[in-house]
């Protein structure tokens, strides 16, 4: 515990900002216990809820409600914790805020609470961030996935790894440190055949950990095209909203619209973009400029092209077509949505065409649809079966990927028969997956994960 925390008592209002039936104030430290008994004039039994006045310096009522007081150890903090369940309303909870500063209390940091259970060993670095995670999931499966991890889920199966790991590490280091007559250890396959199995289990985690990066983040879907394509239909077709106006009048939408949906559990932030094309107007210049931004930011494009004006998606596929490539970088997937499929009288339907994947459907009937959604779901690698796994941050996803980079130079000194640099690679690799869960975390990784939580937890 860091000991700079452990002299502060740190309060903040713990629940949302604004007006509800019941807002709570929460303390945390070793004068918790005291300050809720002099702001109330009472003692508390642990784990009990009293009800109580709350009161200011001149003995004047400022509110009354529920006090629960936690007992360190067993509290989430790990230290005496306090909560005042008062009315829920702004100006309430800052006069209760404003006593319990000035009985010593001091306002909590961003996530100070929760960097306290992580430092009083309550949770881990995983679980900590998952309390940030279920607070601000989007989605049912968001909220499960984030459960998953604050119980422990990511943690176990991180733990396991780096278990192998210890084990693997302690078998090469000591052939190395006490060899025997003459056997070459790396040379009997064991070594090999266990490395392998941890090779598999990285990459089941990892593919656990997109699922979870992808429902905590979801997929920048931006629509693109030519003005009067069926954008802003396609945009409405996937919400099923009326978000964005439709009319026949090209160059209807001049600036970058959003929509935020989910499919299947996915979450997925839709953009729609101003119609591509040659134009004197300023406004709409500006218009082109932004959609062009937003598909160089994109996990996924959509190119949506009238296939009712023959002339016009042949000039889509010979002039459009090309400049996305040459526009955008070749780890963004571009898909071609043959829209207005009601005039062509052709059946929706997908088929591949060169290197791209190519959908046709009615953006204003709504035929075909489902096959843009199973195709957004597949090119994302997302399973709505395995969708409840747990949930992951970019950060887990980096570390995840360097550990394997670490894997495969440990295959190659194996292979090399360099047991020295085979123990360091195992090294290296154990130290990058202790960074997850905190085992082997530096202090500015604490402090910048941390100061993304809201103040009350």
Same mark, same amino acid.
């Given at each position: 515990?860091?000991?700079?925390?452990?002299?502060?008592?740190?309060? %903040?209002?713990?629940?949302?900002?604004?007006?509800?039936? &019941?807002? #709570?104030? /929460?303390?945390?430290? @070793?004068?918790?216990?005291?300050?809720?008994?002099?702001?109330?004039?009472?003692? $508390?039994?642990?784990?009990?809820?009293?009800?109580?006045?709350?009161?200011? =310096?001149? @003995?004047?009522?400022?509110?009354?409600?529920?006090?629960?007081? $936690?007992?360190?150890?067993?509290?989430?903090?790990?230290?005496?914790?306090?909560?005042?369940? !008062?009315?829920?309303?702004?100006?309430?909870?800052?006069? *209760?805020?404003?006593?319990?500063?000035?009985?010593?209390?001091?306002?909590?940091?961003?996530?100070?609470?929760?960097?306290?259970?992580?430092?009083?060993?309550?949770?881990?670095?995983?679980?900590?961030?998952?309390? %940030?995670?279920? #607070?601000?999931?989007?989605?049912?499966?968001?909220?499960?996935?984030?459960?998953?991890?604050?119980?422990?889920?990511?943690s176990r199966r991180i733990a396991t790894l780096m278990d192998q790991l210890v084990a693997l590490r302690v078998y090469v280091e000591a052939a190395i440190d006490f060899p025997e007559e003459e056997i070459d250890f790396l040379a009997e396959g064991q070594v090999a055949d266990r490395l392998q199995q941890i090779r598999n289990q990285l990459a089941s985690v990892t593919d656990s950990a997109r699922q979870g990066r992808l429902l905590r983040d979801g997929m920048k879907l931006v629509i693109a095209g030519r003005p009067n394509a069926g954008k802003s239909s396609l945009l409405n077709a996937l919400s099923g909203e009326e978000s964005a106006i439709v009319t026949a009048i090209e160059g209807t939408t001049r600036d970058v619209l959003r929509e935020h949906i989910q499919i299947d559990g996915m979450p997925l932030h839709v953009v729609d973009t101003a119609g591509l094309r040659s134009s004197e107007d300023l406004?709409?210049?500006?218009?082109?400029?932004?959609?062009?931004?937003?598909?160089?930011?994109?996990?996924?494009?959509?190119?949506?092209?009238?296939?009712?004006?023959?002339?016009?998606?042949?000039?889509?596929?010979?002039?459009?077509?090309?400049?996305?490539? /040459? +526009?955008?970088?070749?780890?963004?997937?571009?898909?071609?949505?043959?829209?207005?499929?009601?005039?062509?009288?052709? +059946?929706?339907?997908?088929?591949?065409?060169?290197? =791209?994947?190519?959908?046709?459907?009615?953006?204003?009937?709504? %035929? !075909?649809?489902? *096959?843009?959604?199973?195709?957004?779901?597949?090119?994302?690698?997302?399973?709505?079966?395995?969708?409840?796994?747990?949930?992951?941050?970019?950060?887990? &996803?980096?570390?995840?990927?360097?550990?394997?980079?670490? *894997?495969?130079?440990?295959?190659?000194?194996?292979?090399?028969?360099? @047991? +020295?640099?085979?123990?360091?690679?195992?090294?290296?690799?154990?130290?990058?997956?202790?960074? &997850?869960?905190?085992?082997?975390?530096?202090?500015?990784?604490? !402090?910048?994960?941390?100061?993304?939580?809201? &103040?009350?937890?």
């Amino acid at each position: 515990m860091n000991p700079a925390l452990e002299q502060d008592t740190i309060a %903040a209002v713990a629940t949302a900002p604004g007006q509800g039936g &019941i807002g #709570i104030v /929460r303390l945390s430290g @070793g004068a918790a216990a005291t300050i809720g008994s002099q702001l109330c004039q009472r003692d $508390f039994t642990p784990r009990h809820a009293h009800y109580s006045q709350f009161l200011d =310096a001149d @003995g004047q009522v400022l509110d009354s409600g529920i006090v629960l007081y $936690f007992p360190a150890p067993n509290s989430f903090t790990g230290e005496d914790v306090v909560e005042l369940h !008062g009315h829920g309303g702004t100006a309430v909870m800052d006069l *209760l805020l404003s006593r319990c500063c000035e009985l010593g209390a001091r306002l909590a940091q961003p996530g100070e609470f929760s960097q306290r259970a992580f430092l009083n060993d309550k949770m881990d670095l995983a679980q900590a961030e998952a309390v %940030a995670d279920l #607070i601000s999931a989007t989605t049912e499966a968001g909220v499960r996935s984030a459960n998953r991890s604050l119980a422990g889920e990511f943690s176990r199966r991180i733990a396991t790894l780096m278990d192998q790991l210890v084990a693997l590490r302690v078998y090469v280091e000591a052939a190395i440190d006490f060899p025997e007559e003459e056997i070459d250890f790396l040379a009997e396959g064991q070594v090999a055949d266990r490395l392998q199995q941890i090779r598999n289990q990285l990459a089941s985690v990892t593919d656990s950990a997109r699922q979870g990066r992808l429902l905590r983040d979801g997929m920048k879907l931006v629509i693109a095209g030519r003005p009067n394509a069926g954008k802003s239909s396609l945009l409405n077709a996937l919400s099923g909203e009326e978000s964005a106006i439709v009319t026949a009048i090209e160059g209807t939408t001049r600036d970058v619209l959003r929509e935020h949906i989910q499919i299947d559990g996915m979450p997925l932030h839709v953009v729609d973009t101003a119609g591509l094309r040659s134009s004197e107007d300023l406004v709409e210049q500006e218009g082109i400029k932004r959609a062009w931004k937003e598909m160089a930011s994109a996990d996924h494009v959509l190119l949506v092209v009238d296939a009712s004006d023959p002339k016009a998606a042949a000039a889509d596929t010979d002039t459009l077509w090309p400049e996305l490539h /040459r +526009e955008l970088s070749a780890n963004i997937p571009v898909t071609i949505v043959h829209n207005k499929s009601d005039l062509t009288g052709t +059946e929706p339907g997908s088929s591949q065409q060169a290197d =791209a994947t190519v959908i046709s459907l009615s953006a204003k009937t709504g %035929a !075909g649809m489902h *096959l843009l959604r199973d195709h957004l779901k597949a090119s994302m690698g997302f399973d709505a079966d395995e969708a409840h796994g747990f949930i992951a941050r970019r950060r887990h &996803i980096d570390a995840l990927q360097r550990a394997s980079l670490c *894997l495969e130079d440990a295959g190659v000194q194996v292979e090399n028969g360099a @047991g +020295e640099l085979l123990a360091e690679d195992l090294k290296r690799c154990h130290g990058v997956l202790g960074e &997850i869960t905190g085992a082997m975390s530096a202090d500015d990784l604490l !402090g910048e994960i941390f100061s993304s939580f809201c &103040i009350g937890k």
